[in-house]
């Protein structure tokens, strides 16, 4: 299908510059289902799941090393990424952590864990990867780094799908559970997980994450009927423990009656972008200023916006 699009956005002008700057770099598609994307030493990293791809690019989108044996290597498809100390660590499908060269993409060693694990977080010397199983599993693995060999299984929320670290916390995200008419049985949730317990806290319900410092940001776009959609806004403050409205000023009201697939921020600005997707037509960016305050909304002819990776 070659579904996945890498779009340029100027910061300065907030518009959509390119729409796919991969293949105006390299003269061909980037692949099926782009499921992660990450920037380390100034190169961007690309995970295509369906495709069952790795890339690595340079910070203008050229293509730089591949590699392509996730089957022969029985890893099974590609989910999440994290970088350190010069190694890439890649999630696979198959039950596997595996570790690339972040250079040339090498594939050097593997790691068993629980079935279907999704993102991978480093905390200390450690690795943290949940595991959805599918829909059916509920554990975080821990691999340490040095010995690169599963240490621990770990009981969370259930259908965990995202792992996030900021400030030392480890926050969790449900997809929740489903019924047989894929209505909800469990909704979508946020966690905390205390490594030194093994504990995971729920939040609240929500759909998205994302740490900054000491709060976590979360979105909850929740559909009675997969048509219309109705989203809120919260953050939880780690150093009070409360939950507290994310309030947005002079944002725009389609924004909570839409699907939010992406909330990201600018690290080197401060600033918030929301991500909204019909599904079909397109998507369209909301940029936010650090403390909250609606700045632009920039279109893109492309859906479900899945990661930013911001470079200075």
């Not at 791809?53 to 340079?58: A, I, K, Q, V």
């Not at 060269?101 to 060693?109: G, K, M, P, S, Y």
């Not at 410092?213 to 423990?241: A, C, H």
């Amino acid at each position: 299908m070659n579904n996945s699009h890498l779009a340029f956005i100027d910061p300065v002008a907030d518009t959509a510059r390119v729409t796919d700057v991969f293949v105006d770099q390299n003269g061909i598609k980037l692949g099926d289902t782009g499921n992660d994307m990450l920037v380390y030493n100034g190169d961007i990293y690309v995970v295509m799941n369906a495709s069952k791809m790795l890339y690595r690019l340079n910070g203008s989108g050229v293509l730089k090393a591949s590699y392509s044996g996730f089957d022969n290597d029985k890893l099974g498809e590609p989910r999440f990424a994290i970088a350190d100390n010069g190694k890439l660590y890649v999630t696979c499908y198959g039950g596997y952590v595996a570790r690339f060269n972040a250079q040339t993409l090498a594939f050097e060693d593997s790691v068993a864990v629980d079935g279907n694990p999704e993102e991978i977080v480093v905390l200390g010397n450690d690795l943290y990867c949940v595991c959805s199983g599918w829909g059916y599993g509920k554990t975080i693995c821990k691999v340490d780094k040095s010995s690169f060999a599963k240490s621990e299984s770990i009981e969370t929320l259930p259908n965990p799908t995202n792992l996030k670290t900021a400030n030392g916390h480890l926050y969790v995200q449900s997809g929740g559970t489903y019924n047989p008419d894929y209505s909800y049985d469990q909704m979508p949730s946020v966690g905390i997980f205390n490594p030194e317990t093994r504990e995971t806290k729920k939040i609240a319900d929500a759909t998205k994450m994302l740490p900054v410092g000491d709060k976590l940001y979360f979105v909850n776009s929740i559909s009675p009927d997969w048509v219309s959609y109705e989203t809120t806004l919260s953050f939880y403050d780690t150093r009070t423990g409360e939950v507290n409205k994310w309030e947005l000023t002079n944002c725009p009201a389609e924004v909570y009656t839409s699907t939010v697939y992406m909330v990201e921020q600018n690290p080197y600005t401060g600033d918030f972008y929301l991500g909204v997707t019909d599904f079909k037509t397109g998507t369209t960016l909301y940029r936010f200023s650090a403390s909250g305050t609606f700045q632009k909304k920039i279109a893109l002819s492309v859906i479900s916006p899945n990661s930013m990776a911001f470079l200075y």
